[in-house]
Each structure stands twice: as C-alpha cells, then as structure tokens.
C-alpha cells in the first residue's frame, strides 16, 4: 500500500511538473503555415510586433484585439478611427520598404498586390511576411482563421469567425429558398464615368446572391469590367447600388445612378430602389464583409429584413 501510496505522489508531482510546459507551448508558437498565396512560411514564436501592408489585414487585426502590436500600417488604413494614428509605411501600393526593415516587425501581413516586388524584397532581408488573400466570405472566415492561429489569437479568432458565420446564415436562411422571380435584378456601380460594374470573380457578387438578388452582370469574368448604358437599360435593374466614398469621387456613382436621364425608366429608378454603400464596406475582405452583406439584404429584400436606417 505504501508503495502504491508513494507511486501516486510521484505521477501527482510529475503531472504538476508538466503542466506549466503545457500551457507555454501555446505561448511560444512555432510552426509551418499555409498563406493566401499558398506559400510557406515559417513563424518561431508569437509576434509581439506586426505590420499591416493592406486595410482589411488591419481591420482584422482590431478585430481580434492586436491593435497594441501594430507597429505600422498604410495610408490607406482608416479603420477603425484608431489605426489612423499607427505609424505609416506608404501607401498600399507603395510599400516604404526601408521603412518596414526600419522598423525591424516580427510578423508582416501583406495582400495578393505585393507577391510580385515587396515580399520577395522583405523576405530577402530576413523578415517574415504572411500573405492573406480572401476572395469569398468563406475565405474571409479562413483569413481570419490563419491570423488568429499565427499571432496567438486562436480563441478570439474562433469567436469572431463563430459570431460573423451565425449573422452570415441569419441573412441566408432568408435567402436561401426565393426562386429566381424573387430574387431582384441588382445592377452594381463601382464608377460611372467610365461606367464600371462588378463581375463573377468580385466578392460583391457573392454578397449580392446572398443577399438574394442576382448581379445582371454576372455572367462577365472580370472583377471591374466596364459596361454600357444600354447594356444597363436592357436588363432593366430592379435595384441599384452604388459604392461611395472612393478617393476624391464622394457620391457621384450614385448620383449618376439617381439622375442620368436614360435610366429614368429602369425598375430601380421608378420604384425609387437606388442605394449608395460605402465602398470600404464592400470592397475589404475582412470582419465588415457581414456588415456589407447586412446592408446589401436590407437593400434588395427591405420586405424581409427592414429598411435600411
């Protein structure tokens, strides 16, 4: 018995031993992941300073409580208000790379536009840099996965994503089951002069269906093609939505979509279903992608999900 006795103390002893080695193993965070641009990259421990090279990476980085570990972001980062005031490293675009290896960050974030020159060139001055490159709700909800897994923001990553996937099927069980009558001939600007619109590869157009219309020109492969007025009449939209807010353009998509006089007699013009969302909203893809598809169902479907406030 005694010997039994003095056996249970020692796995006793030896569980406690291990139990603070457990728990640093999710503090130090090595290993291999797999980025936007189906990369490799390899992280040693958890980053204690990051740099965004795009807005939506900063927004998901807020989003998931980081904010005192960015070190840097671009010009472009707007929000939230706070990012605004982070050091900037250019502009989106035009990344200062000496700048960023000034700065010397653990862990850099970067988009799809920097494959080609800036990562290689801050990969070959030793700094790590992951890519994110979400191009469908699903593959925001993955985006923000991956960061919260590489910065150790695994639990608020997976609240986050838990939280947008429920108000994400709160529009879709909406939507999922209108026949294509119910589903309204949605016509989106993104600029009118030329007049711009979204095709099959744009997130917009995802969000669009989800929102139970149906993009009248989704049968185009281009992200942005440029289209026709006439093209636009012939397909007569039964709603509108213009993006606002984009450089130095204001509201002037919608402003076109309100009072071009060759639209006066398309559906959204004579039911008064011409809406502006800002182009932010739509256009980064990360945590506000729910907030855009929210909006975008109040705006085709206001009969089952209310009027936009």
């Not at 709700?137 to 608020?156: P, Q």
Request: charge should be negative; aromatic fraction near 4%; proline fraction near 5%.
């Amino acid at each position: 018995m005694q010997q039994y006795i003095r056996w249970c103390i020692s796995a006793l002893l030896m569980v406690a031993l291990l139990l603070p080695a457990t728990a640093c193993t999710t503090e130090a965070l090595p290993g291999t992941f797999i980025d936007g641009l189906g990369r490799t990259v390899n992280i040693e421990e958890v980053p204690e300073t990051i740099i965004s090279l795009a807005p939506s990476n900063t927004e998901i980085l807020y989003a998931l409580g980081l904010e005192d570990k960015i070190v840097g972001v671009t010009e472009y980062c707007d929000y939230p208000e706070a990012a605004q005031d982070k050091s900037k490293i250019g502009g989106f675009s035009t990344v200062d790379v000496e700048r960023v290896v000034e700065i010397q960050p653990d862990l850099i974030l970067a988009a799809n536009k920097h494959k080609d020159d800036t990562i290689p060139a801050l990969e070959r001055l030793g700094l790590t840099v992951l890519a994110l490159d979400p191009k469908t709700l699903d593959e925001v909800l993955e985006a923000i996965t991956l960061v919260g897994r590489c910065t150790g923001s695994e639990d608020e990553a997976s609240l986050l994503v838990t939280e947008m996937n429920n108000r994400i099927e709160a529009v879709t069980d909406e939507t999922d089951n209108l026949t294509p009558a119910q589903r309204l001939r949605v016509l989106y600007v993104t600029w009118h002069d030329p007049l711009m619109t979204v095709g099959s590869g744009a997130l917009h157009n995802e969000l669009i269906q989800q929102a139970g219309g149906t993009n009248i020109f989704q049968d185009l492969t281009d992200n942005y093609p440029n289209i026709s007025l006439e093209a636009v009449i012939e397909a007569n939209p039964q709603v509108i939505i213009t993006g606002v807010g984009m450089g130095t353009g204001e509201d002037l998509p919608f402003q076109f979509a309100s009072t071009e006089p060759r639209l006066e007699d398309v559906d959204a013009r004579i039911n008064n279903r011409v809406y502006a969302i800002t182009n932010n909203l739509v256009s980064r893809s990360g945590p506000r992608t729910v907030d855009a598809l929210e909006r975008l169902a109040k705006m085709i479907h206001p009969e089952i999900f209310g009027e936009i406030e």
